[in-house]
């Protein structure tokens, strides 16, 4: 049996405030935007997260063709 995984991580066209980052792993992940945000607001502020990952991943994760 397989699985048919053809899910791709896209930087989000629509939902966008930046970079389209949080809106694109929202849509991967199947989880709301605004708490995605949220929550990547609190590790930046309290240093569990860099703000480097997040100018990484706009860096090397493709805008969605769709659009």
């Known amino acids: ?7 791709h991580l896209y930087r989000s066209r629509k939902e966008r ?4 980052i949080c809106g ?9 935007v605004s708490k995605l ?3 990547l ?10 703000i480097w990952v997040y100018i990484i991943l706009w860096l090397v994760v493709p805008q969605d063709p769709k659009g």
């Open 1 to 7: 049996m397989t699985a048919n995984n053809n899910r």
């Open 41 to 50: 607001l609190i590790l930046i502020l309290i240093g569990g997260l860099s």
């Open 24 to 32: 694109g792993l929202a849509d991967y992940f199947g989880l709301d």
């Open 37 to 39: 945000r949220v929550a």
């Open 17 to 20: 405030i930046i970079a389209g």
